[in-house]
């Protein structure tokens, strides 16, 4: 397993899954993940898709500009992965620079999950 094929997989399967139908995002998510989103913490499958849901935009579109990732530990195939870029609002002329943190975790069936998430927009 290459963690940087993994690591850009991940990132693009996220992102044009959160630009287009935020509600299959659930799928990314287990009960005893959390998301921190600009401080507030939320944990859960549910919990965490509500969240991403009533976000007031309805379409955006992300554009990655770096993502880089670790082993989150010498066994286990966890890896920790940092992405940012910008997040273009429709109907808005400036995007909003962003940063988030994912913490990914194998699953028994071979694919990951995200356990930890971290997102905050970077304000210049």
Known sequence: ??????????????????????????????DNSMLTFEGQKIQGTQNIVAKLTSLPFQRCKHVITTVD???SAPTGGGMVVFVSGNLQLADEQHALKFSQMFHLMPTPQG?????????RLNYA
């Open 111 to 119: 694919s990951f999950y995200v356990l930890n998430d971290i997102f």
């Open 69 to 71: 990732c670790q082993p």
């Open 1 to 30: 397993m290459d963690p940087d094929a993994v690591a850009k997989a991940f990132v693009e399967h996220y992102y044009s899954t959160f630009d287009t139908n935020r509600v299959s995002l659930a799928n990314l998510y287990q």
